[in-house]
Structures are given as structure tokens and as C-alpha cells.
């Protein structure tokens, strides 16, 4: 199944339905059941030590699995997380970072997977989520 949104679509999306969050995330590619999403991080989402925060990379994992979900059924704006369990792996650096998200299963009801996140300059991953979110019911 391919996507049914592109880069365009869901930036233009996010731009319509979440302008306060537009700016700080940026769709870099869209592939079946897969995204890769950007975030700039600023200086409010560090914390003491000069990292960024769990609370920014959790936005991070929620948004980019919340795109690629919406890439595959479609602007839905009520679709919404039901559960989402992050493990922090490594400290990330005070840059931008990277989410590397996939779909495992996406049903009519739900839609299942995880999200790796990358700190820019950093090879190895430094968090990893599993995401579970509800699609609304159709019509």
C-alpha cells in the first residue's frame, strides 16, 4: 500500500491544524508504512547538562508517528495516541534531531509501530519508542 499523503500534504497539513508545531518539525521523506521527520531543537527544549529534553524527544516520536500514520489513512485529524512508551538509550546532543519512524501493523481502528531518534552528528540512536495510535472510525 503506498501513502496516500506526501511531504507536501502533511506539511501543509500540520501548517492548517497544528501552526504552533508546524515550525518546529519538517517531513524529510515519506515511504510506504515509514517516515523520516526533523526537529529543530531550540534552546528551550534543553535541559541542565546541555541535552535535549525527554519531553521534546517524546513530541518528537509522537509527531513523526502521528505523520506517518496520517500518510497512510489520510488527513484525520482525531486520530490520537493511545500509548506511547519511550526508552532513553544514549544522552543526545544539543542539536536537531531525527525520528525514523515505521508502521508494523495498521488496522481500521489502530495503527502500531515504532520510532527510532538520531541527535545530529550522533550515529547511534538515542531513544526508541513504541507507539499506538486510534484511527477514528470512518464516515
Do not use: W
Amino acid at each position: 500500500m503506498q501513502p496516500v499523503m506526501d511531504r507536501g500534504d502533511l506539511e501543509a497539513f500540520m501548517r492548517a491544524e497544528f501552526p504552533q508545531m508546524a515550525a518546529r518539525f519538517s517531513v524529510r521523506e515519506v515511504r510506504p508504512y515509514g517516515i523520516t521527520v526533523t526537529m529543530r531543537a531550540g534552546e528551550a527544549d534543553l535541559r541542565p547538562g546541555g541535552t535535549v529534553s525527554g519531553p521534546a524527544m517524546f513530541a518528537l516520536a509522537d509527531c513523526a508517528f502521528y505523520l506517518a500514520t496520517l500518510a497512510m489513512i489520510g488527513p484525520k485529524a482525531l486520530t490520537v495516541t493511545t500509548s506511547l512508551a519511550i526508552d532513553f538509550m544514549r544522552k543526545p546532543g544539543p542539536g536537531d534531531m531525527r525520528a525514523e519512524a515505521r508502521i508494523l501493523k495498521l488496522g481500521r481502528s489502530l495503527s502500531v509501530g515504532d520510532v527510532m531518534l538520531y541527535s545530529e552528528g550522533m550515529e547511534p540512536p538515542v531513544a526508541h519508542a513504541n507507539v499506538t495510535y486510534s484511527i477514528p472510525p470512518r464516515g
